[in-house]
């Protein structure tokens, strides 16, 4: 074998050694560690997280202590259901063999198997693990040597107590509590023995290993700390397993698992079952306490509760909740305890303890649920504390909520009073209330839901001589009333009260709000939403004088609790003419029924008597209901209203709750109710309505006409074949009005009436609307009265043609509308609302019909002085078919009174009369009208400083120097402060606006009265302050200049014998000259006036003399002694 031979088999042998040592996997580095050895062993059972290998990264691994077991263990032990453990034997010392692996069946030790490689390191083995072929299978291990073959009892894990740290700074203190929680168990009787304990999250996450003996036991404590540290908050599942060993072992053979302990705020009943339009109670409770940091300070100690607020994990959740559930507590607050009330928390009963939440049922009142299944979820807010942290922000599990639907009675009812009138009771019972039954002037209830506070009452008057019509309409919730009232000639359509905000108006017009369409004829629809989703249409209409159609739809919560005209809802027509006393009526017509629900002159119950007593001894629903809180768009709200109510695209115009302050709302209802009594109607209009002449139609006729227009409308044909609950009522009526009044134009009327019927159903009726899409199309963009045959129809929404105007292109909109009259007769006292518009009463303020207010504005001095004048356009606002609104804008600059003048029109050349507004303040200036004249004077005590009224010894921004002196000065502040027992007054200017004043020391007035800007206020401020500091400049040279004299002096007579002049500043003494210093000649050109308080101007202000000419202030003699000038004199 040649040299080279020989050197390439060397290389070779030791390059095999090498990579067989590289290969070796009982080499440090080619292992891997297994984990969860303890939950391996064979006596441990499967948890609620069965440990799973299916996914485990095949390689080597090695189980510290613990070899594979070789004896079958019971199904459902070493963490898993089906443990896999090694058939064959363990090789000797050094091998390497490939082994059976067997997987523990329900019948069978190895139901199936697996080859694995195994090598024994001598000291340790090691094992070739693959993926197994199922999640709920795992390898079975257990210790080697040495185990401790017995076990701890009684293990659990509970809450221990609240540990706290002390921060001190300066003089607070901050107590951070920290809620701990204890492993307990029954140690065995040997005291050599250890006790290894493990901490587990959620049955699968090791937090914390401790190992103790007997002695110490009782600090097996896992901290809030731990937990948060370990990035768990509340919510979460801890257990802890106790395994005992020596002390020489490492881990032990076998552990004892504590039950799981839910560490947070429980959900007592996670599945809620909810009545439509009915509540349950959410109960939650903590099990362990909520500690939250004290802060002390000065001896008083405060701390901050936990809240548990509305969560959205997801969009979709997000419109379920907002569609079907809400709370009415906008949170749950679960209190802490001040570190000076800590041991509140040794004993669970003052922190264990049930917390609830009630959620109704709010949905849209559709006859069928798009959703009867709801997710609701929860999340708690961020406490203060460190300790506190474990509570931040934590989500709770999902509350699911069913809606059921058991009572099916209330859909496809409505009740409804027509024309004059024609009466309809929910369950659908049809009878006339004429004149034995209705009488003007009397209030009657159509509609009483007593369990919910709300109503509709409704007032008539003659109509057509001797049929009855609906003139006024009562709607109130609560301690809200909206009232419409046309009954002797008024025009009133508003809030008398609003104090609840539970009722929701809607105007349609030329937009649509939900399942409401603009209506026919001249008519002004109004929707009136209660909190129970159940709503009355009022349909407005005009023949002769104004009349209300009335519709009442109900929902569940009115099934069974309705009385009134409208009848008891119960789904059966015998009992609906139910007396106000509980008694049945069988007349007919039933007179003394609807008599009964009459209400008396000078009733409590009477809302349409317009009586402020009758309207606060209402009954709130605050003392009924707790307010319902939804969260929408980021923001929490809570309202009486139990009806859906988030951002949709539905068109309509909501009327406010409050349209003016409650002083105007009062001094309209006074003025309502001066007209209504100065009026007795039902005696007019009846001899008026006689004398009209009406030709006379037959019933046959009558039948011939309302038969030939109905049959003539392909879509009320259609709505008869397909829309259940629709029937031909409205014909009826019709037949029986034109019979009896001989106007033909009712017939249109019931038509109108009978389409929006249908349309109703429609929309109310989601699976029919699904089921005929073509129709629900049409119908729901039906155009009121075909836009009498004056504009296009396109969407619902009439395009009248140039002249036309309305919802339904029946209005003359080329003249402007008729003011009858304006608010407080043109008045407007500031001081008790914003006077921010000017509201107009008249006929008639139509939606986009383009009128526009000219406005000029007249800022008025104290002298009734015009300062300033503006003119400027607005559009005029509507907000019901007899009152609209101009805005009024005022100016920056703050003038003693405003005086508006207005006009408006439509079309720029037609114009109203010219009427004035005048803005003043009540608090301080009284009103004056000299035959016409209207001017403002300051009452005593007053002053009227920068636009606002001050009282006597006002001050200004809590200065106590600046201060209200009207006998001094009644527009500006007055300065008197009191420095080293000196009292010192002066008058200085603050820039009032207040251009002119009853003195002589007025400027003279131009037609713009500028203020006295900051920057020129700044300057004068700082000129005074030069002049000021040159001035003791000047004084401590001079003095400085005299010292040195006198210095010089004494020197030069301890040099000299003699001294023969007298030195001129021997006496140079400040305070000794004080008499030589002209002060009011400091500022040359103030002259007197100049220096009295005024509003300063550009033209008032002056340029000063530059102040180092010490001329106007020391005499010649003075100067010349302090500069030691020597005059030709005294040479």
């Known amino acids: 074998m040649s040299p080279t031979q020989s050197l390439w088999i060397v290389f070779f042998s030791f390059f095999s050694i090498q990579c067989s040592a590289a290969q070796d996997p009982c080499l440090q580095g080619h292992f891997m560690e297994l984990d969860n050895l303890l939950k391996r062993s064979p006596t441990y059972t499967q948890d609620s997280t069965p440990l799973c290998d299916r996914y485990i990264t095949e390689g080597w691994y090695r189980a510290r202590d613990h070899v594979m077991s070789t004896s079958a263990p019971l199904l459902g032990k070493c963490g898993t259901l089906y443990p896999v453990w090694l058939k064959d034997p363990i090789p000797g010392a050094g091998e390497k063999q490939t082994l059976t692996a067997c997987q523990i069946g329900f019948n069978e030790n190895c139901a199936?198997?697996?080859?694995?490689?195994?090598?024994?390191?001598?000291?340790?083995?090691?094992?070739?693990?693959?993926a197994l072929s199922s999640c709920n299978a795992a390898y079975c291990f257990e210790h080697d040597n040495d185990c401790v073959n017995t076990s701890v009892e009684n293990a659990q894990v509970s809450f221990h107590n609240v540990t706290w740290t002390t921060v001190v700074a300066g003089i607070l203190k901050q107590y951070d509590p920290y809620v701990n929680l204890i492993c307990s168990f029954t140690p065995v009787d040997d005291d050599t023995l250890l006790y290894h304990i493990n901490w587990y999250v959620d049955n699968s996450t090791l937090i914390k290993s401790q190992t103790v003996d007997r002695t110490s036991s009782q600090n097996v404590i896992l901290s809030a700390k731990d937990i948060h540290n370990a990035g768990k908050k509340i919510g979460i599942w801890i257990l802890c397993t106790v395994g005992v060993k020596k002390p020489e072992i490492e881990l032990p053979c076998s552990s004892t698992s504590s039950n799981l302990f839910f560490a947070g705020i429980e959900i007592l009943n996670p599945t809620l079952t909810i009545e439509r339009q009915g509540q349950a109670t959410l109960k939650v409770r903590p099990t362990i306490p909520f500690a939250a940091e004290s802060i002390e300070m000065n001896g008083i100690q405060s701390n901050s509760s936990l809240s548990i607020q509305l969560s959205f994990r997801g969009?979709?959740?997000?419109?379920?909740?907002?569609?079907?559930?809400?709370?009415?507590?906008?949170?749950?607050?679960?209190?802490?305890?001040?570190?000076?009330?800590?041991?509140?928390?040794?004993?669970?009963?003052?922190?264990?303890?049930?917390?609830?939440?009630?959620?109704?049922?709010?949905?849209?009142?559709?006859?069928?649920?798009?959703?009867?299944?709801?997710?609701?979820?929860?999340?708690?807010?961020?406490?203060?504390?460190?300790?506190?942290?474990?509570?931040?922000?934590?989500?709770?599990?999902?509350?699911?909520?069913?809606?059921?639907?058991?009572?099916?009675?209330?859909?496809?009812?409505?009740?409804?009073?027509?024309i004059d009138p024609h009466m309809t009771t929910f369950d659908g019972k049809i009878y006339e209330c004429q004149a034995a039954g209705c009488f003007p002037g009397k209030t009657y209830i159509l509609y009483r839901n007593d369990d919910h506070l709300q109503e509709v009452q409704v007032r008539h008057t003659s109509c057509w001589k001797y049929p009855r019509c609906v003139c006024a309409v009562a709607a109130r919730s609560g301690q809200d009333v909206f009232t419409i009232n046309f009954c002797d000639q008024n025009r009133y359509i508003n809030f008398p009260i609003c104090r609840d905000h539970s009722m929701k108006v809607i105007k349609e017009s030329d937009i649509t709000y939900k399942i409401i369409r603009p209506e026919e004829g001249r008519q002004c629809p109004e929707n009136i939403i209660f909190p129970t989703g159940t709503f009355a249409k009022l349909k407005v209409?005009?023949?002769?004088?104004?009349?209300?159609?009335?519709?009442?739809?109900?929902?569940v919560a009115d099934f069974n609790r309705t009385c009134g005209l409208c009848g008891l809802l119960d789904d059966k027509k015998t009992n609906d003419f139910r007396r106000k006393d509980g008694s049945i009526s069988s007349s007919n017509p039933p007179n003394d029924f609807s008599i009964s629900w009459s209400l008396d002159s000078g009733d409590t119950e009477d809302l349409l008597s317009m009586s402020q007593t009758v309207y606060d001894n209402l009954t709130p629903l605050s003392t009924y209901f707790t307010k319902l809180c939804t969260c929408d768009d980021g923001n929490t709200h809570c309202s009486y209203k139990k009806y859906r109510e988030c951002k949709t695209d539905v068109r309509g115009k909501e009327y406010h709750c409050i349209l003016h302050?409650?002083?105007?709302?009062?001094?309209?209802?006074?003025?309502?109710?001066?007209?209504?009594?100065?009026?007795?109607?039902?005696?007019?209009?009846?001899?008026?309505?006689?004398?009209?002449?009406?030709?006379?139609?037959?019933?046959?006729?009558?039948?011939?006409?309302?038969?030939?227009?109905?049959?003539?409308?392909?879509?009320?044909?259609?709505?008869?074949?397909?829309?259940?609950?629709?029937?031909?009522?409205?014909?009826?009526?019709?037949?029986?009005?034109?019979?009896?009044?001989?106007?033909?134009?009712?017939?249109?009327?019931?038509?109108?009436?009978?389409?929006?019927?249908?349309?109703?159903?429609?929309?109310?009726?989601?699976?029919?609307?699904?089921?005929?899409?073509?129709?629900?199309?049409?119908?729901?963009?039906?155009?009121?009265?075909?836009?009498?045959?004056?504009g296009l129809c396109s969407g619902g929404n009439c395009t009248c043609d140039y002249g036309y105007g309305g919802s339904d292109c029946s209005f003359d909109v080329l003249a402007p509308p008729t003011i009858t009259r304006i608010s407080d007769g043109g008045v407007c006292d500031k001081t008790e609302e914003p006077c921010d518009d000017i509201t107009l009463y008249g006929e008639y303020f139509l939606e986009n019909m383009g009128t526009t207010c000219y406005l000029t504005r007249k800022e008025m001095t104290e002298t009734n002085i015009t300062a300033s004048e503006e003119s400027y356009t607005v559009d005029l606002e509507e907000r019901t078919l007899f009152e609209g609104y101009c805005r009024l804008e005022y100016s920056q600059t703050n003038t003693w009174s405003t005086t508006f003048q207005f006009k408006i029109s439509?079309?720029?050349?037609?114009?109203?009369?010219?009427?004035?507004v005048y803005v003043y303040q009540s608090q301080c200036q009284i009103f004056n009208n000299?035959?016409?004249?209207?001017?403002?004077?300051?009452?005593?005590?007053?002053?009227?400083?920068?636009?606002?009224?001050?009282?006597?010894?006002?001050?200004?921004?809590?200065?106590?120097?600046?201060?209200?002196?009207?006998?001094?000065?009644?527009?500006?502040?007055?300065?008197?402060?009191?420095?080293?027992?000196?009292?010192?007054?002066?008058?200085?200017?603050?820039?009032?606006?207040?251009?002119?004043?009853?003195?002589?020391?007025?400027?003279?007035?131009?037609?713009?009265?500028?203020?006295?800007?900051?920057?020129?206020?700044?300057?004068?401020?700082?000129?005074?302050?030069?002049?000021?500091?040159?001035?003791?400049?000047?004084?401590?040279?001079?003095?400085?200049?005299?010292?040195?004299?006198e210095e010089d002096r004494v020197s030069t007579l301890k040099n000299q014998e003699t001294y023969d002049e007298v030195d001129p500043y021997l006496d140079c003494d400040i305070g000794a000259r004080q008499e030589n210093v002209q002060v009011n000649n400091i500022f040359p050109s103030m002259n007197a006036d100049y220096r009295h308080s005024r509003p300063p101007t550009a033209t008032s202000m002056s340029i000063d003399k530059p102040t180092n000419d010490l001329r106007s202030i020391y005499d010649r003699d003075h100067i010349d002694k302090m500069f030691n000038v020597v005059s030709v004199t005294d040479l």
């Open 930 to 1045: 000299d035959t016409g004249s209207v001017y403002f004077t300051l009452q005593d005590g007053y002053c009227y400083i920068n636009g606002s009224c001050v009282q006597r010894g006002g001050l200004k921004n809590n200065d106590s120097c600046f201060q209200c002196d009207p006998d001094k000065d009644i527009y500006d502040w007055t300065q008197d402060c009191t420095t080293n027992g000196t009292t010192t007054a002066s008058l200085i200017s603050t820039g009032s606006s207040i251009s002119n004043k009853p003195n002589g020391n007025r400027r003279k007035n131009t037609k713009q009265d500028p203020e006295l800007s900051e920057d020129a206020i700044g300057l004068i401020s700082a000129m005074v302050i030069i002049t000021i500091a040159i001035i003791s400049l000047t004084g401590y040279l001079v003095k400085a200049k005299c010292m040195k004299r």
């Open 906 to 916: 439509n079309d720029g050349t037609q114009f109203s009369e010219i009427y004035s």
């Open 315 to 418: 969009k979709d959740t997000e419109q379920k909740c907002k569609a079907s559930g809400g709370f009415t507590d906008c949170e749950i607050k679960i209190p802490s305890y001040k570190y000076n009330e800590r041991q509140k928390y040794e004993d669970p009963v003052n922190w264990r303890k049930d917390y609830t939440m009630e959620i109704f049922n709010s949905d849209e009142e559709d006859y069928y649920l798009a959703d009867h299944h709801l997710v609701l979820q929860l999340k708690t807010n961020r406490p203060n504390g460190n300790g506190a942290k474990i509570f931040n922000e934590a989500e709770f599990s999902d509350v699911n909520v069913n809606v059921i639907e058991s009572q099916e009675g209330w859909k496809g009812k409505r009740c409804s009073s027509y």
């Open 112 to 130: 199936s198997s697996y080859n694995i490689e195994v090598k024994n390191c001598t000291s340790f083995l090691v094992y070739n693990l693959k």
């Open 661 to 790: 302050s409650s002083s105007r709302k009062k001094r309209d209802l006074e003025y309502f109710s001066t007209v209504q009594h100065s009026e007795p109607q039902s005696d007019t209009v009846t001899k008026r309505e006689a004398r009209r002449k009406r030709q006379v139609i037959s019933v046959s006729e009558a039948q011939d006409t309302c038969y030939k227009a109905f049959q003539q409308s392909s879509l009320y044909e259609t709505c008869l074949q397909v829309v259940p609950n629709f029937s031909n009522e409205s014909v009826l009526n019709c037949i029986s009005d034109l019979s009896m009044t001989g106007e033909e134009n009712l017939t249109q009327t019931h038509l109108n009436i009978a389409l929006s019927q249908c349309q109703a159903y429609i929309v109310l009726n989601s699976t029919l609307e699904k089921e005929q899409p073509t129709l629900s199309e049409i119908m729901i963009n039906l155009c009121p009265n075909n836009c009498s045959n004056k």
């Open 541 to 555: 209409y005009k023949f002769t004088s104004w009349y209300i159609n009335v519709e009442v739809y109900p929902t």
